[in-house]
């Protein structure tokens, strides 16, 4: 009797599933070719009538998909769930089902499973593979153009140290920003075009310039090359010196700097760990409170692909609901656009230091799970 109630079950959501799985497996194909249509397509027409190769191009193509897949798998969990449930609920396919004793929880189940598994696939995607696809059609693209910045590590570095700066007519200290490095790229384990501005002292600015500057290791400091020194005194005075090797009291921050993405969401996880733990140890607040936000977005992003299988579900699995592919699509947008809304509300109250990291992150997610689950009750009673 039990072996028998096991393959029930067993065949019950197989047959759940192979409704869901079709209508999926559309959207995503949809989803993905309108993202990267509307974010890709077109900059990469005008980029062949300035010359691109066409292979260039279908290889920057291919190295989008991951970007948008991580988009449009979310999306797609809404849709086909809310499309596969509707067009059972249409049918009284769910009302036989009841009919046996099978509640609307037990229904969606499979739904939720399914939902769970795009969860993780997306976590994987966003953290693995869309930062590397990212960096890659990027140095395509560079490459592609004819530019030498195919080879380089990073560009446009900057990196601002925070701390105490002393006024030598007081004598007291106060917080405040102590120097601003910036270097045009990094390349080879150098910094090129290097320009770093001194405010450690009050009424003193000073401003080094060289042609190049590399961590020294034994030192501890940066040792610049070629360059020279421009000090402005408070008596208004301004002093000039020119040297071929130097050192300055500064730590590895812009190097460490150099090796990360630009952009937090080209990041993975560690890397991003790694970004907040150096704007943290200079005293950049801001840009540490907001990689603390992009951290736990790392996971809510795919959480998404839960709470829309919830939605979903529960929404198509109302009595008399009828939905076609077209309404579909409607809702889901609808559903969507008031989700990511609600997300990057709650992602800016974050980043300004009103809520902390964490709250500002989830919150989102667990209200629209709280919600998803309040549909659920109500259809199931």
């Known amino acids: 009797m039990l072996i028998r109630k096991v393959r029930y079950i067993h065949l019950l959501d197989r047959w759940l599933l192979a409704e869901i ?3 999926l497996l559309f959207a995503v194909a949809a989803f993905t070719v309108l993202g990267l249509s509307i974010g890709v397509m077109f900059e990469l027409a005008r980029r062949l009538v300035d010359g691109l ?3 260039i191009a279908l290889q920057l193509l291919l190295l989008n998909v991951p970007r948008f897949l991580v988009l449009s798998l979310p999306m797609s969990s809404l849709f086909a769930t809310l499309f596969a449930y509707s067009k059972l609920s249409a049918n009284s396919e769910l009302k036989a089902l009841h009919s046996v004793g099978i509640s609307t929880i037990r229904l969606v189940v499979p739904a939720l499973i399914l939902s769970l598994s795009l969860t993780g696939l997306t976590l994987v995607l966003n953290d693995v593979i869309v930062p590397r696809a990212n ?3 990027e140095l395509t693209l560079q490459k592609g153009l004819g530019r030498a910045l195919a080879t380089e590590q990073g560009k446009d570095i ?4 925070f701390g105490r700066i ?3 007519k007081t004598k007291t200290t106060s917080r405040g920003l102590r120097q601003l490095f910036y270097s045009r790229c990094f390349k080879k384990g150098e910094m090129i075009d290097v320009t770093l501005l001194d405010f450690s ?3 003193y600015r000073q401003m080094w310039i060289a042609q190049r500057a590399t961590w020294n290791e034994s030192q501890a400091m940066w040792e610049f090359f070629n360059g020279q020194i421009l000090t402005l005194n408070p008596n208004g005075s301004t002093t000039h010196v020119a040297f071929d090797q130097n050192f300055y009291p500064l730590n590895s921050g812009p190097l460490q700097v150099a090796k990360l993405p630009d952009d937090a969401n080209n990041m993975t996880f560690s890397q991003a760990i790694t970004a907040e733990r150096i704007e943290s140890e200079a005293g950049n607040v801001k840009a540490a409170r907001k990689l603390r936000v992009r951290i736990q977005e790392k996971f809510t992003l795919p959480m998404a692909c839960l709470v ?3 939605i979903g579900s529960s929404l198509g699995a109302r009595p008399g609901s009828r939905t076609s592919k077209s309404q579909g699509f409607g809702v889901s947008i609808l559903l969507i656009l008031g989700y990511y809304a609600l997300s990057i509300s709650f992602s800016s109250l974050g980043i300004s230091g009103i809520l902390p990291p964490l ?3 989830w919150l989102p997610v667990l209200i629209s799970l709280g919600f998803g689950g309040l549909l659920l009750y109500q259809v199931n009673r």
Do not use: C, E, H, V
């Open 21 to 23: 799985i079709a209508p």
């Open 53 to 55: 190769p066409i292979s």
């Open 135 to 137: 960096t890659q059609a």
């Open 158 to 161: 900057t990196f601002n140290n």
């Open 166 to 168: 002393y006024d030598s």
């Open 201 to 203: 002292r009050t009424n």
């Open 308 to 310: 829309f299988g919830l």
């Open 359 to 361: 709250t500002a992150a």
